[in-house]
């Protein structure tokens, strides 16, 4: 299993970018798919994830209205959509699947990561 990340890099904050999240290897449309973020010196924290059929967004507070997940079954790729950055979003961002539900922070695969830097 392969879930490849990209789209990262530096934007301003009030900008926007959109992570891409590739898989193979994997039945995709049967997985759960979820964000995740590390900030520099702390833990790796939920952003939000969504449903095998893609109808289903759930959102961690602090994104809540500025990023959006959505997926496309048929190219296997999951991606977030992120819009008004503030520096406080700077992380590196993972891609995961996992076959349990929108509670679960267990998933069973995971990305390298990508960064994204929100420069002020």
């Known amino acids: 299993v392969q879930l490849q990340a990209s789209g990262g890099g530096l934007v301003q904050v009030g900008g926007s970018l959109r992570l891409s999240c590739a898989a193979s290897g994997l039945s995709f449309s049967s997985y759960r798919m979820g964000w995740f973020r590390q900030a520099p010196g702390k833990e790796r924290e939920f952003v939000g994830t969504i449903n095998w059929s893609g109808t289903i967004p759930r959102y961690e507070d602090s994104v809540q209205g500025r990023f959006t997940i959505s997926r496309d079954n048929a190219k296997n790729t999951v991606y977030l959509q992120m819009n008004s950055l503030k520096p406080e979003d700077t992380a590196v961002y993972y891609c995961?699947?996992?076959?349990?539900?929108?509670?679960?922070?267990?998933?069973?695969?995971w990305g390298q990561g990508t960064l994204v830097t929100v420069s002020s």
């Open positions: 995961a699947a996992t076959t349990g539900n929108f509670n679960t922070r267990d998933y069973d695969f």
